[in-house]
């Protein structure tokens, strides 16, 4: 299994640029999520989906689009790039319910200028 | 809101010896709690989870006892190693809404030989 993967590794980008942050899992998860990380902020949820064709807002989601037209992908859209969505982003999945650990990706550091 | 509370780094200790990392919780119900660990340049790994109250959860040497009474789940180890260097993350999920992990801000630890 190779677990959550993302794509890409890196990327600059300039102001109002648009751009796909790419997320796939082969574990069969039906819970799916993007967060960000911040210095000295931990990570914070930007969207989440609970099975294909559902998905929902976190704490920060201004900025992003999401879908999820499949199980296994959950891509998460930039639509005008801004230097305050430079950041570190992480893809995870897990089961369904709380008690369940989610699995994060490898990350992609977006920077903006 | 529900909310993390973990020791502020950096930690820096030497080979061999104890470690303690705080954490603390405020949350609705009975959340699930894990500590997450990230090495440099990596995304997150689960080190150890408990999902009630006084269950223990254990991985690689680290330990940590879910105190309901105190909202505690600290990590301990009786012995680091430079392989610990890393920054440690406590979080709690709990039923109901995103079923989000809500993140203490993360405490980076160095283990010098």
């Known amino acids: 299994n190779a677990g959550v993967t993302q794509t890409p590794k890196f990327q600059v980008l300039k102001t109002g640029q648009s751009m796909t942050l790419q997320c796939a899992q082969d574990?069969?998860?039906?819970?799916m999520s993007w967060y960000r990380q911040d210095p000295g902020m931990g990570l914070r949820l930007i969207h989440y989906?609970?099975?294909?064709?559902?998905?929902d807002q976190g704490e920060v989601p201004n900025g992003y689009n999401v879908s999820r037209s499949t199980t296994e992908d959950f891509p998460l859209r930039l639509l005008s790039a801004a230097p305050s969505q430079t950041s570190v982003y992480f893809c995870?999945?897990?089961?369904?319910?709380?008690?369940?650990?989610?699995?994060f990706g490898p990350g992609t550091r977006l920077t903006v200028t | 809101g529900d909310s993390v509370t973990q020791m502020e780094g950096p930690v820096t200790l030497s080979e061999e010896a104890f470690l303690t990392i705080n954490c603390t919780y405020t949350?609705?119900?009975?959340?699930?709690l894990f500590w997450y660990v990230q090495y440099p340049g990596e995304g997150l790994q689960l080190l150890l989870k408990?999902?009630?109250?006084?269950d223990k959860g254990s991985n690689k040497g680290f330990e940590a006892t879910y105190r309901k009474e105190t909202t505690s789940f600290h990590l301990e180890k009786g012995s680091v190693q430079v392989s610990d260097s890393a920054v440690y993350f406590c979080a709690l999920r709990r039923m109901g809404g995103s079923e989000k992990l809500v993140f203490g801000k993360g405490t980076k630890l160095t283990v010098n030989p």
């Open positions: 989906s609970v099975g294909a064709g559902i998905t």
């Open positions: 995870a999945s897990s089961g369904q319910g709380f008690s369940y650990e989610q699995y």
């Open positions: 574990m069969n998860h039906e819970y």
């Open positions: 949350a609705t119900g009975y959340p699930s």
């Open positions: 408990a999902t009630k109250a006084d």
